[in-house]
């Protein structure tokens, strides 16, 4: 194996794979160093996102949602199963299987483009050259360029230490293999609700502690209020805000929590308990001392706005740099830096970034929400359309949410979408495409969309900033 190459990617995350694909695609002798291990100890490509975040919580989240439509939607349908039972070692076989699926896919794809694969910790050195660690052996390896890729980690609370027995972070909460009866959940962000959705609806009795008193801050108020209801009058989640857990104490099978709300103390007995209250760069040891490397105040790797670090011909992207922890913000970036290191003039539009929470029903938003168009103070429109006023969302027994648009009130342009409801993930797209042509919401208004589809909230949405929804009371 060659030591020196035109670029070594660190890390091989959602940001990193594709950055390495990419500049291997553009002619660039590319090295990847990732130092991930399966349950079997194997090298396994893909980061947090692919081994035990954004895919396999989507395959747990798919299996419950079939458990939820099968225990209480299919008689709606005029469809009697009787008794569901639930095989959870099954579901946790599939959620693997499509894992390995995956990663061995990544796998493929290196080896098709002819990128060097080094596994081990990878470590920047001072005239870019790279150490990698692998068990005791360590060696290093050179490039022109170097993009670090090394993304981020579950941030630990000191009151809650994570065993993956009794007391799970993001990973061990996707390998429990039986339902508990009662299960705790740290933090009611998207993580903690995505998790607590999967056990909710196998039947565990879940309860979040959040301790923010307001409920999915980044999220547009009126949808947040509205989904609020959902989750708790509707799902049955327990969610108590304004929450300070202080203590915990496992014992051979419960968990003892001890909380705070304003000023009373309380205790509760689960038999799991899951810590999921955010993630932070991953760069720890990330490089030596004489490499320079410089950091911002969060400990992420500080880039300018073409993710260009302090060290000429070293970038960095992804979760371990400025912006939001997402998949798929990371993979552009590494897009992007492939394209800029030979000299193309790539565009990235960090401001129509989506954000996509999938619980049920999804919430997905994408530009500023009505509370920052406020603070901001720009003069704006908004329409908004609900799902049960459409038809096809009513065919499929979904009857909650709507599409909420904000416009420039001078412009029409728009400014940000909204949406709560079913295939918001899928929905949301076609206001990020809107958005990064600059349309305005008479562009949607004007844009014929099929019928019966979901995708007509958004054109009545689009109607509704003007006052001309054809489909509701404006």
Not at 213 to 242: C, H, M, N, W, Y
Request: aromatic share 4%.
């Amino acid at each position: 194996m060659s030591d020196k190459f035109d670029v070594i990617v660190v890390g091989a995350g959602p940001a990193g794979y594709v950055a390495a694909i990419r500049c291997a695609q553009l002619g660039l002798n590319t090295a990847c160093v990732d130092d991930w291990v399966d349950a079997d100890g194997k090298p396994s490509l893909g980061g947090t996102c692919l081994n035990v975040g954004c895919i396999p919580s989507k395959a747990l989240l798919d299996s419950s949602e079939k458990v939820e439509q099968a225990s209480h939607d299919f008689a709606n349908h005029g469809i009697s199963l009787g008794k569901v039972s639930v095989d959870v070692p099954k579901m946790i076989a599939r959620k693997d299987d499509i894992v390995s699926n995956l990663t061995k896919g990544i796998a493929g794809l290196f080896k098709a483009n002819k990128i060097t694969s080094i596994h081990g910790r990878g470590k920047l050195l001072a005239g870019k050259q790279v150490e990698v660690t692998n068990g005791k052996k360590t060696a290093t390896y050179s490039a022109d360029n170097i993009i670090l890729a090394v993304g981020s980690e579950p941030i630990a609370i000191p009151v809650a230490e994570v065993d993956n027995e009794l007391i799970l972070d993001n990973a061990g909460a996707l390998d429990i293999n039986a339902v508990p009866k009662k299960l705790g959940v740290i933090g009611a962000g998207v993580i903690g609700l995505e998790l607590g959705s999967v056990w909710n609806r196998l039947g565990s009795e879940v309860t979040l502690f959040e301790a923010m008193d307001e409920f999915l801050a980044p999220v547009d108020k009126q949808l947040s209020r509205e989904a609020l209801r959902t989750f708790t009058k509707g799902q049955g989640l327990d969610i108590k805000l304004g929450t300070m857990v202080t203590a915990t104490k496992a014992n051979k099978k419960s968990v003892k929590v001890t909380y705070r709300v304003k000023d009373e103390e309380h205790t509760e007995t689960f038999d799991k308990l899951i810590v999921a209250v955010g993630r932070r760069a991953n760069t720890k040891n990330i490089a030596a001392a004489d490499a320079g490397l410089k950091l911002d105040d969060r400990g992420r790797v500080d880039v300018d706005d073409q993710c260009r670090t302090n060290i000429d011909g070293v970038y960095a992207i992804g979760d371990a740099v400025k912006g939001p922890m997402l998949a798929h913000k990371g993979s552009e970036e590494g897009v992007f830096v492939a394209e800029l290191i030979v000299g193309q003039k790539p565009h990235m539009n960090h401001a129509n970034i989506p954000w996509v929470i999938y619980t049920h029903p999804e919430i997905a938003w994408v530009g500023i929400t009505e509370e920052e168009a406020k603070a901001q103070g720009i003069k704006y429109n908004t329409g908004f359309f609900p799902f049960a006023a459409n038809g096809r969302s009513l065919a499929m027994n979904e009857k909650g949410g709507r599409v909420k648009m904000i416009a420039d009130a001078e412009t029409d342009r728009i400014l940000g979408v909204h949406i709560l409801g079913p295939n918001a993930s899928e929905l949301i797209s076609e206001a990020v495409l809107a958005m990064e042509y600059s349309a305005s919401s008479e562009d949607i208004a004007r844009t014929i969309h099929g019928h019966p589809t979901l995708s007509e909230a958004m054109h009545e949405a689009a109607l509704s900033v003007t006052g001309r929804a054809l489909h509701k009371v404006n």
